[in-house]
């Protein structure tokens, strides 16, 4: 079943636009540029990965493998705390989630490892 990453990866790129939206128009004259590049880079690494998860939907219609739902697990936890906290430090300011976009950022890079070790079971 690829279902859920589709729909995941459908989500998450409908949130970072609106998200993206949100910040161009709405949190311009609020945060400072630093706080704004913040917002901007959870946006852009949410619709990247967003469109990722698409792609390991696909893969998992065309070639069902355990390994393409272990990669869609971790870029989903990954996008999430990555650039969940993103997000809320260029809102708060709280510089705790800073400590944590680095969990994110691992998840991710495991995501992606593990969906290269998915290509390598692929046929031909």
Same mark, same amino acid.
């Given at each position: 079943m690829h279902r859920p990453f589709l729909s995941i990866g459908f989500i998450l790129g409908?949130?970072?636009v609106a @998200? /993206?939206?949100f910040g161009a128009h709405a949190l311009g004259d609020s945060l400072d540029a630093d706080r704004i590049r $913040? *917002?901007?880079t959870a946006v852009r690494y949410q619709l990247i990965h967003a469109l990722a998860l698409i792609g390991i939907g696909l893969a998992i219609a065309r070639w069902p493998d355990r390994n393409w739902? %272990? @990669?869609g697990a971790?870029? $989903?936890? /990954? $996008? #999430?705390v990555f650039s969940g906290s993103l997000y809320a430090l260029s809102? #708060?300011? %709280?510089? =705790? *989630?800073? =400590?944590?976009a680095p969990v994110g950022?691992?998840?991710?890079? @495991? /995501?992606?490892?593990w969906a290269w070790? =998915? $290509?390598?079971?692929?046929?031909g």
């Amino acid at each position: 079943m690829h279902r859920p990453f589709l729909s995941i990866g459908f989500i998450l790129g409908f949130l970072g636009v609106a @998200a /993206g939206a949100f910040g161009a128009h709405a949190l311009g004259d609020s945060l400072d540029a630093d706080r704004i590049r $913040t *917002f901007e880079t959870a946006v852009r690494y949410q619709l990247i990965h967003a469109l990722a998860l698409i792609g390991i939907g696909l893969a998992i219609a065309r070639w069902p493998d355990r390994n393409w739902w %272990i @990669a869609g697990a971790l870029i $989903t936890a /990954g $996008t #999430t705390v990555f650039s969940g906290s993103l997000y809320a430090l260029s809102l #708060t300011d %709280i510089g =705790a *989630f800073g =400590a944590v976009a680095p969990v994110g950022g691992v998840l991710l890079l @495991a /995501g992606w490892l593990w969906a290269w070790r =998915a $290509t390598a079971r692929l046929p031909g």
